[in-house]
């Protein structure tokens, strides 16, 4: 069974919330100096505490940056400005999604041979909205949003597949919520680095030689890897059943 993540390795994410945090500080700016202040480390700050709150998605990263503005501006920021920021949420929730180059062609054959599930993270309301619109969900069998991405949610879905981790691959631009809690378990990761990450999913690192991850520049490189790692799989290479 193959797994894919969602953003930044089916479609554009990180690069809208970059975007957003940017309009963010140049509100901020008004009020403070960027740089003093240290706003953007300040607002990673308010989201890392606020995630077993809010969750990951753009509510939780709106509601950060409100909470962030009060506290750097002493509690100085007009409320029109507060609401400047919530249409910078507003924005995110509406962005249509946008496929990466040569994804639905890598997802379609690599269902051609293989079962494939998506498992992703996020607000729930918005990523069944990507999902919908993405025009790939046909191709899933199981198609599973999360709360966090960790060893003990991915031995809960191999369960539920009733898969044992040797059996499975998970494919994502993420090594801390993709690949390193797969590997974890026994498992196989595909890495399929993003120009862009979000400092939480930073970090981790995996061994270059580490004999179950291949890493991909491109979609299109996809079905190859897959095939090869399987094809390790089968042969009993790295076997391991927990």
Not at 78 to 101: N, Q, S
Not at 150 to 178: K, Q, W
Request: hydrophobic residues 45%.
């Amino acid at each position: 069974m193959v797994g894919f993540d969602a953003d930044d390795t089916l479609w554009r994410s990180q690069d809208f919330f970059d975007a957003a945090q940017l309009e963010f500080e140049r509100i901020l700016g008004r009020y403070i100096d960027l740089a003093d202040a240290r706003a953007h480390e300040r607002l990673y700050e308010v989201e890392s505490r606020n995630i077993a709150v809010f969750g990951y998605g753009v509510k939780g990263m709106v509601l950060s940056m409100i909470e962030a503005a009060v506290e750097l501006t002493d509690a100085r920021i007009a409320a029109t400005d507060l609401h400047r920021i919530v249409g910078l949420g507003k924005d995110l929730l509406r962005h249509p999604v946008e496929l990466l180059p040569g994804v639905r062609e890598a997802v379609e054959a690599i269902a051609a041979d293989f079962e494939v599930v998506l498992i992703t993270k996020g607000d729930l309301f918005h990523q069944e909205a990507k999902v919908r619109d993405c025009g790939l969900a046909g191709l899933f069998r199981r198609i599973e949003i999360v709360s966090e991405k960790d060893p003990p949610t991915y031995a809960r879905l191999l369960e539920e597949f009733d898969l044992p981790a040797h059996r499975f691959v998970m494919i994502g631009n993420s090594l801390r919520s993709d690949i390193a809690p797969v590997l974890a378990l026994g498992g196989w990761g595909i890495h399929v680095p993003y120009h862009t990450t979000w400092a939480h999913e930073t970090g981790v690192e995996i061994a270059a030689d580490e004999p179950r991850v291949r890493i991909v520049a491109t979609a299109g490189e996809l079905p190859a890897a897959v095939a090869a790692l399987a094809q390790a799989a089968r042969s009993g290479g790295f076997r391991n059943d927990c």
